[in-house]
């Protein structure tokens, strides 16, 4: 009879969760999602800072060397800047005379490692991307909330602590 009241207790204050145990949330699972949620925050970032056509915030999120289309396979090292003002002139000529735009209207649909993603890519892409990122940096696949027929992988690694973009692909519907 005792032991029955100890057990109505325990379910009544909740204490039975702890003694399930796989209930428990893992320590990885929390530092994905911690992982995650900052990711989010810097795409976010990156996308209100292009949309405004804020180049120099664009410019503070990267790193060099980076990746700009269509890559350095077909164009050589014009296609991998050094240097930060190259890629400032590079989006600054890309988005001259276009409207600016709402740069919330994204969707972040994975979060992967380098080698979790690198099957999806092309043979060509995966050669540019190597010039820019290792298997355990990340790539970001974000879709758009405005009908674009494409995606954009975006290759982010962390330097001195801090997330930075290393590199965009267009990653078309049909992939």
Not at 38 to 64: I, N, Q
């Amino acid at each position: 009879m005792c032991m029955k009241r100890v057990a109505v207790v325990m379910v009544a204050l909740g204490l039975v969760w702890p003694l399930a145990g796989s209930a428990a949330p893992k320590t990885a699972d929390k530092e994905a999602e911690k992982r995650d949620k900052a990711v989010k925050e810097f795409v976010a970032k990156f996308y209100d800072a292009l949309g405004r056509h804020d180049f120099d915030t664009v410019v503070e999120l990267c790193e060099v060397p980076f990746l700009i289309q269509p890559g350095v396979e077909k164009h050589g090292d014009v296609s991998l800047p050094k240097d930060k003002a190259i890629i400032k002139k590079r989006y600054e000529e890309g988005l001259a005379g276009k409207p600016t735009f709402d740069g919330s209207k994204h969707v972040v649909k994975r979060i992967q490692t380098y080698k979790e993603a690198k099957p999806r890519f092309l043979a060509e892409q995966v050669k540019d991307a190597d010039h820019v990122i290792s298997d355990n940096d990340l790539v970001v696949h974000v879709a758009f909330k405005d009908n674009r027929k494409f995606h954009e992988r975006l290759l982010i690694k962390l330097v001195d602590g801090k997330l930075r973009l290393v590199g965009t692909q267009v990653e078309t519907d049909d992939e």
